[in-house]
Nanobody, 123 residues
């Protein structure tokens, strides 16, 4: 079993930066892929990016590529999502998810989910 919990959301102006954290609890954390999804009102969950168990292999959606980075600290059981040059279109609830090995970009591929943290980008 793996539990994940997000933190670090807030309000930021367009062009600014924000850092989210996903804290995990459970065994064999370093064998899990951790992904970030986001969800806006009336829309489905959108894949943002992920870091797999062989860090630092990462993968991002086209919409955030070059602006967002992901890192992990296996000793502290934490994955960080660094978001730079934020746009109003990035406003959403950001949700952390985990799966055993391998990066996939669809929600059904992840077994463990957090509750999310709100990110609001103002113009």
């Amino acid at each position: 079993q793996m539990k994940v919990e997000e933190s670090g959301g807030g309000v930021v102006q367009a062009g600014g930066s924000l850092r989210l954290s996903c804290a995990a609890s459970g065994r064999n954390f370093n064998a899990y892929t951790i992904a970030w999804f986001r969800q806006s009102p009336g829309k489905g969950r959108e894949f943002v990016g992920a870091i797999d168990w062989i860090s630092p292999s990462t993968y991002f959606s086209d919409s955030v590529q070059g602006r967002f980075t992901i890192s992990r600290d296996n000793a502290k059981l934490v994955v960080a999502l660094q978001m730079n040059d934020l746009k109003t279109a990035d406003t959403a609830v950001y949700i952390c998810a985990a799966r055993y090995r391998g990066i996939v970009s669809y929600t059904g591929g992840y077994n463990f989910w957090g509750r999310g943290t709100q990110v609001t980008v103002s113009s």
